[in-house]
């Protein structure tokens, strides 16, 4: 915990925390990279040990801050951390829906929380709601007070008239794999009983659907379009050689720096700084500090190694190792001792619900729509 106020405080001598992880593919097997539209995967080249290599994108920064803060949620949920949500339930004919201020795309600014209710006043003109509508750039107390998160991986109110601050993340997180070599696979849904034909229309699908056999002329659908029947698929992504993954994390205390509170006393502000910096690094250690990790279908990486360090001025580099209790422990002192400062980080659950036409909308995603929509 001194350390960290060390870190913060106003005559520092580090730069960041920096988090580098060696991994192996399991089973030493190909590893499936996200796609996109133009790719299918993103290989660039990149400055690694100080030489240029060729690598491909294994998990982005967004999509990292989000598996830490599912991480955070799971952590909150078992008690294990403290910590401020919001959390929207909405109910449907499938049953109950919970989405959280750490699940919500925008963090803070999101438009989950603008078309909801608190106690059945539209969140912005709730009490609460306005609290967050005092956020600025020079004081973000009510970030602080009821989602750092949106401080820690940043978040921007793009969604609502008028301009609004932007935060910037301090913390960013990435995953690669070097000397990429970009495989085949061929894809194929086998029917057991090699149906063939075609039935009158998809749309009956789930009801009482006709068949149609192959050569009589009419008017319908294949089999395979409603789940029957051998298919082929074209254009599968082939999954990606690499001789390891890497994970680099680097928490920005120069970003940190311009986290500001307002006419908060100097000491107060060195607080809260380091209050966010050890949640950032117990978001960090719940996520990955684990013997693998689980990016998707396909990329499954085993640990080899990890190094924890604080970056110097003039390239000195101070090691140190930290668990997930660890951090959370120290989390949780310094939350206290900010909160007796005077600024104070909630713990409670704000519990929200869906405005009618967002109720609808998410009526509508649970029973009408398919994973294709």
């Known amino acids: 915990m001194e350390r960290l106020l060390a870190a913060v405080a106003e005559e520092r001598v580090d730069a960041g925390v920096s988090i ?10 190909k590893v499936m990279p996200p796609t996109f539209p133009e790719g299918p995967y993103l290989v660039e080249g990149r400055r690694v040990g100080g030489e240029m290599r060729d690598t491909v994108v294994l998990d982005q920064v967004p999509s990292q801050a989000n598996r830490i803060e599912e991480a955070l949620l799971a952590a909150r949920d078992k008690g294990r951390i403290q910590l401020p949500l919001f959390e929207l339930k909405a109910q449907t004919t499938r049953g109950p829906v919970r989405l959280t201020s750490l699940e919500f795309p925008h963090r803070y600014a999101d438009a989950y929380l603008r078309d909801s209710l608190v106690d059945g006043i539209r969140f912005d003109k709730s009490e609460v709601g306005k609290r967050l509508r005092q956020v600025s750039q020079e004081d973000a107390r009510p970030l602080l007070e009821l989602d750092p998160g949106s401080l820690i991986y940043g978040a921007w109110d793009s969604h609502r008239k008028g301009r609004w601050p932007k935060f910037a993340r301090f913390y960013t997180s990435s995953m690669f794999g070097l000397d990429p070599k970009v495989g085949n696979r061929r ?4 029917d057991p009983m090699n149906l063939s034909g075609a039935i009158d229309d998809a749309d009956n699908a789930e009801t009482d659907w006709e068949f149609r056999a192959v050569g009589v002329k009419a ?3 294949r089999l395979s379009e409603i789940g029957h029947g051998s298919a082929l698929a074209s254009d599968v992504p082939g999954g990606v050689v690499v001789s390891e993954g890497r994970r680099d994390a680097w928490i920005s205390l120069g970003g940190l720096e311009r986290v500001r509170f307002g006419d908060a006393l100097d000491e107060c502000v060195r607080l809260a700084r380091a209050t966010l910096l050890a949640l950032a690094l117990a978001g960090d250690r719940l996520a990955f500090d684990r013997p693998s990790v689980w990016l998707r279908s ?3 990486l085993v640990r080899v190694s990890e190094t924890l360090a604080f970056e110097k001025d003039g390239g000195e580099v101070e090691e140190f190792t930290l668990s997930a209790e660890q951090a959370i422990e120290a989390f949780h ?3 206290e ?3 007796a400062s005077g600024l104070v980080m909630g713990t409670e659950t704000i519990e929200l619900t869906p405005f009618k036409g967002l109720a609808d909308a998410i009526e509508h995603a649970v029973t009408k729509t398919t994973g294709e929509d």
């Open 20 to 29: 580098h992880g060696v991994y192996r593919p399991a089973a030493e097997d």
């Open 187 to 190: 894809s194929m849904r086998r």
């Open 219 to 221: 008017k319908g659908s």
């Open 298 to 300: 396909g990329c499954d």
């Open 333 to 335: 002192e310094l939350r």
């Open 337 to 339: 001792r900010t909160a």
